[in-house]
């Protein structure tokens, strides 16, 4: 992921906080803390959630700002939740095992054990595997019964690229051969990996090597002297699936979803945001392989593909949290509304086919349209296209 400047704006980091946390909160209550755990450790349902929440889709960006913001919004309520965010980027990386020792006290996990994990995930994506990227982004995300996922990032300042390290626990069978949930990148060729299965003869030799007379490994090194554009483009998107999503806004059948639909303030273009939302709790791997497509929910904070809609942000925010609350009354009725959006999707989705062009024509017209939703960027508020004067 290309490396990308500035700060989240206070008014993008509040929402990503409290929709972050509603997503969260929405899955687990459907699927299990476990399950949360997993997506987290999916670099592209990660992506994908990063999209939803307004961040530039394949900016670096992502991984601090959606980590940040869960950590901010998840470990107030990690007493009824079960869910406790530790470390984050610099610094507060460096805090992560005193979190971790502070949070064994109050739960009675075992602190010195998950310090020990946290600590040996980081040497192994810093050292064991040296691919060019230093980590400097560390968090640490463990449930109360003792299972985790790890979120890493690692910076090369060469290229100007970052890269994610994904773990999860559940899926750990050795930290040091092949522990990653997944590693995405360009291949650059050659590196050194000592986490493949591949580098087992070569993990023996090294101990080998630190085992035997210093002298006589000494003689033996001496004979030895290892996209970047930013807007979204049509083949960053299955046009497919947006098309589907984008159609269900205007779905007739979508009106039998009565107690979304009731709803006040829901329009077509908040529902399209939800349906992406709806993906995001609710789809099955195989949804994320376009990570591209999430970022139609709430646009992004740089202008791409258009402004964030914070009239439109907002209202998914109170919708979610509506599910949310509803769900906790009554557990066998659990986010029927919502999960229904998802269904429909994967319904339209069988008969629908894009239309060359039909791609450049939504971003121009959610861009045109951007200033009736409270659209906003960096740069400040969208304005209205020339000669038509703002009603907002």
């Known amino acids: 992921m290309p490396l990308h400047g500035g700060r989240v ?14 997503i969260t909160e929405a899955i687990v209550i459907e699927y299990g803390r476990d399950m949360f755990l997993k997506k987290l450790s999916d670099p592209f349902w990660f992506q994908s959630f990063g999209c939803v929440l307004g961040m530039d889709w394949h900016s670096s960006g992502i991984t601090t700002s959606v980590m940040n913001a869960l950590k901010r919004g998840l470990n107030p309520m990690a007493g009824e939740l079960g869910i406790y965010i530790c470390g984050g980027r610099g610094k507060h990386s460096l805090k992560t095992p005193d979190e971790l020792l502070e949070l064994a006290e109050k739960t009675g996990l075992n602190g010195y054990e998950l310090v020990k994990k946290s600590k040996l995930a980081a ?14 982004l560390h968090n640490f995300i463990v449930t109360h019964d003792g299972h985790w996922t790890i979120v890493q990032q690692g910076m090369n300042a060469l290229t100007g690229m970052a890269r994610r390290y994904q773990w999860n626990s559940t899926h750990l069978a050795s930290f040091v051969t092949e522990p990653h949930t997944a590693v995405c990148g360009k291949n650059k060729g050659l590196i050194l990996n000592l986490a493949a299965s591949e580098a087992d003869g070569t993990k023996k030799a090294l101990v080998d090597i630190v085992s ?8 033996e090194v001496k004979k030895v002297l290892m996209p970047r554009h930013h807007d979204v483009r049509a083949k960053d998107v299955d046009l497919k699936r947006l098309g589907a999503v984008l159609a269900l806004a205007y779905e007739s059948n979508i009106k039998t ?31 994320f392989k376009d990570p591209a497509r999430f970022s139609f929910a709430h646009g992004g904070k740089d202008g791409h593909p258009f402004p964030v809609p914070l009239k439109v942000y907002d209202q998914s925010i109170h919708i979610l949290k509506t599910s949310i609350e509803r769900a906790k009354i009554d ?12 269904t429909s999707a994967l319904r339209l989705e069988k008969g629908f086919e894009p239309t060359p062009g039909n791609f450049d024509k939504v971003i121009q017209q959610e861009r045109k349209n951007a ?22």
């Not at 200033?371 to 907002?392: C, D, E, I, W």
């Open 257 to 287: 979803f009565d107690e979304l639909l009731l709803i006040q303030g829901l329009g077509p273009r908040t529902l399209q945001s939800l349906t992406l939302v709806s993906e995001v709790i609710h789809g099955t791997p195989s949804r």
């Open 212 to 219: 035997q007379n210093p002298g006589k490994s000494l003689q």
């Open 331 to 342: 557990r066998s009725e659990k986010q029927g509304a919502l999960k229904g959006l998802h």
């Open 371 to 392: 200033y009736k939703y409270g659209g906003m960027t960096v740069t400040g508020p969208a304005k209205p296209p020339r000669g038509q004067l703002s009603l907002f």
């Open 123 to 136: 040497k192994v994506d810093n050292t064991a595997i040296q691919d060019g990227h230093n980590i400097y």
């Open 9 to 22: 704006p206070r008014w993008l980091a509040d929402r990503m906080t409290k929709l972050g946390s509603a």
